[in-house]
């Protein structure tokens, strides 16, 4: 497999072209041949445009590319490598939603051939690609793993806006179904993973591994939130405390805030759903997901309490939050806790304006009901700067006296205005 691909006697497909198949797909192209496949025609043609949706690459990194973009599976059928990188979110009452992976599952079933090897990238829980993937794969193939084709698991390790950090600085965790498959994903990763690959001794531990990366991260961001609340009593500034706590050598550097996104804030409930199966209820990951899904509604009513202060009458109150995407400088809103505090503001009958360089207004509006203000007010009683982009860094306490009302309430979530903002109230987590 791994020489005919290498001769581009055999083609790798990547099925699902998001912030994490398309760099992968592109760079794979590089070296071999490549189809792309994704369900979204729209999506299909911006990319055979040299558009990426996701707004992650630049036109240039479709450049060289030996790659094919395709919605068609006769056209899938030729390839013989096949990548899983579709989303694997939680439904509303935070319950893994297997049904993109399923979906992608049969549509491998309808077209993988003897000999074909088939490496699911999509975040899940340990068993579930060779529980309730495989199976689907099966029987509409009526091929069986290992003896007909492979299967492998690779966790994807993209962190959307990091340009340092990338598909090929990043160790790959591989995995596969028998000694032969491992040994040829290891090899086909190699061709573009220049920092090296981790052979994980099941596709268990491979799919275990990524589950506790980002289970560790929500449980430590967990701790400093609670933190937050507690010294927020004491009167003491939680970042002034991290910067004296962190001269230590071996003290971990983790910040307070809004915890959302399509890993950190999903991931640990895939783990925790497969755990209640298995009948052991988790305490400390829950724990720690209850603090950061509760920190929307703590920053809500922070602001509620000033504005009842200030000005009594919160009907006529306007509130500008700053920035709606689940982190700094991406477009990508799925799973952005800050319409959880745009929710929790309107909630109190508060006039809420949300601004946002880098998020579409058209999304926003189909995805959580609201859009972004066309022009900023003069006259808010709070701002909310809940996500640190770039373009926020630069803005200084006249801008923010130019903004709002004279006493007004800058809530600063992750810290980026401490000791700059004298003409208002501050307020940081």
Not at 323 to 337: H, L, P
Not at 389 to 404: C, G, P
Request: proline share 3%.
């Amino acid at each position: 497999m791994y020489q005919d691909l290498v001769d581009k006697k055999k083609t790798l497909a990547v099925i699902g072209l998001g912030y994490v198949g398309l760099p992968i797909a592109l760079e794979f192209a590089k070296k071999i041949k490549v189809i792309g496949f994704d369900i979204n025609a729209d999506r299909i043609k911006l990319m055979q445009n040299k558009i990426d949706p996701s707004q992650e690459l630049e036109s240039g990194a479709f450049d060289g590319c030996d790659i094919e973009f395709t919605n068609d599976l006769e056209v899938l059928k030729q390839a013989n490598f096949f990548i899983v990188a579709v989303p694997t979110p939680v439904d509303e009452h935070n319950v893994p939603d297997l049904v993109p992976v399923l979906r992608a599952s049969e549509t491998i079933g309808k077209v993988i051939k003897k000999g074909d090897y088939v490496v699911y990238e999509s975040t899940v829980y340990p068993g579930c690609t060779e529980e309730d993937c495989v199976p689907v794969i099966e029987k509409l193939s009526g091929l069986k793993m290992v003896t007909d084709y492979k299967i492998g698991y690779s966790p994807e390790r993209i962190n959307p806006g990091d340009k340092e950090h990338t598909i090929t600085s990043i160790i790959k965790v591989v995995s596969g179904c028998c000694e032969e498959s491992l040994e040829t994903i290891a090899k086909v990763y190699e061709l573009v993973v220049k920092a090296g690959v981790h052979k994980a001794s099941s596709i268990k531990v491979a799919e275990a591994a990524k589950i506790i990366e980002n289970t560790q991260r929500d449980l430590n961001i967990a701790l400093m939130n609670e933190l937050s609340i507690i010294f927020d009593r004491m009167n003491i500034n939680t970042f002034e405390v991290l910067e004296a706590a962190g001269t230590k050598w071996n003290f971990l550097k983790f910040q307070p805030g809004l915890v959302g996104g399509h890993c950190i804030g999903v991931d640990p409930y895939y783990l925790t759903h497969k755990s209640k199966e298995l009948g052991y209820d988790s305490q400390v990951i829950l724990a720690g997901r209850a603090i950061n899904d509760g920190m929307a509604g703590y920053v809500a009513k922070k602001v509620l309490q000033h504005i009842i202060q200030h000005n009594g009458n919160v009907k006529d109150a306007r509130v500008l939050v700053m920035g709606a995407t689940f982190k700094e400088n991406v477009s990508d809103i799925r799973n952005s806790k800050v319409a959880d505090v745009v929710k929790e503001l309107k909630s109190f009958s508060l006039n809420v304006d949300v601004a946002d360089p880098h998020a579409d207004s058209n999304e926003l509006n189909h995805e959580y009901g609201f859009g972004l203000t066309e022009k900023t007010a003069t006259d808010y009683d709070a701002v909310i700067v809940t996500v640190p982009h770039n373009d926020y860094k630069k803005l200084d306490d006249a801008y923010f006296r130019s903004i709002s009302k004279e006493k007004a309430l800058i809530a600063d979530l992750k810290g980026i205005y401490r000791n700059k903002i004298s003409s208002r109230t501050y307020w940081s987590l």
